[in-house]
């Protein structure tokens, strides 16, 4: 059976297993703010589903270039004062917290790359599984904002500390490879054959008895995730602040021209 949700999203169940398929058909999938709600609705709209028991969610072409930031609702809503702009960034935050908040196990399966909050989605999955050739990188930094969207603690715990300062602060490509020795990736699959790897861990995690699957994934997020409202409850304003500062404005002309940014801490 498949469910559209909006313009952008599809969920195609077979048995126990779903698949969340994010595509705007450009093959880059990038997160603009109607994406971003039909995401986080797809990943609601399981919450009375007790017929699914693993969900894969992964992007037609690559997984997704990141934010969009050519969204004209974005740049709209960010025009129309400080307390519509608090509210606009909320969406990738509870985008990525109701994925988090799925009962099911949860599987991410990325081709190509994942870019800035591609990754904080995929951070917020149970599982990631990664082509052989894809990358990922979080740009934000060096963009001269912070890493929102409740992201911080979950690359540290799947990370530890210092890897997840060396992903977020440097805003490097990684590997597959490099994602999958830090802990970021969970398998690395030929190219191509992202989403049917995640299938098949899908299709294992369904085979297993659901209510223990559930409560042992409650328990395990409850010991790792104790803290993160407490450490991520201002990262959303921490980024308006960063944004209005002259270094962001650096950043993104540095970037549009083409060469190094001169930072000032302004």
């Known amino acids: 059976m498949t469910t559209k949700i909006g313009s952008f999203v599809t969920i ?3 048995g126990a297993v779903a698949t969340v398929i994010l595509d705007r058909g450009d093959g880059r999938n990038a997160l603009s703010r109607g994406l971003m709600l039909e ?5 609601r709209s399981f919450a009375d589903d007790l017929q699914t028991q693993a969900i894969v969610l992964t992007g037609r072409g690559a997984f997704s270039a990141g934010a969009d930031l050519k969204d004209p609702e974005m740049s709209r809503r960010a025009a129309n004062g400080l307390l519509e702009r608090r509210h606009m960034v909320k969406v990738g935050p509870d ?6 908040k799925v009962e099911q196990v949860t599987i991410c ?8 909050g591609a990754v904080a989605l995929a951070a917020a999955c149970d599982f990631r599984i990664v082509g052989a050739s894809a990358t990922l990188r979080l740009p934000e930094i060096p963009l001269g904002m912070n890493m929102s969207w409740h992201a911080v603690p979950r690359l540290v715990s799947l990370m530890g500390p210092a890897r997840a300062k060396r992903f977020l602060l440097f805003g490097e490509n990684w590997s597959a490879e490099e994602a999958f020795s830090a802990g970021l990736a969970d398998e690395i699959a030929p190219d191509g054959e992202a989403l049917a790897a995640a299938r098949r861990w899908a299709e294992k995690i369904a085979r297993l008895p659901p209510n223990a699957v559930r409560m042992t994934k409650q328990a395990v997020n409850a010991t790792t995730n104790a803290l993160h409202h407490a450490t991520t409850f201002m990262d959303s304003d921490q980024y308006v602040a960063a944004t209005t500062g002259e270094d962001f404005r650096e950043a993104i002309k540095a970037f549009l021209d083409k060469r190094e940014p001169k930072f000032t801490g302004r």
């Open 12 to 14: 195609a169940r077979e």
């Open 95 to 100: 985008l990525c917290d109701a994925w988090e």
């Open 39 to 43: 995401l986080t609705d797809a990943a």
């Open 109 to 116: 399966a990325i081709e190509k790359y994942a870019i800035g």
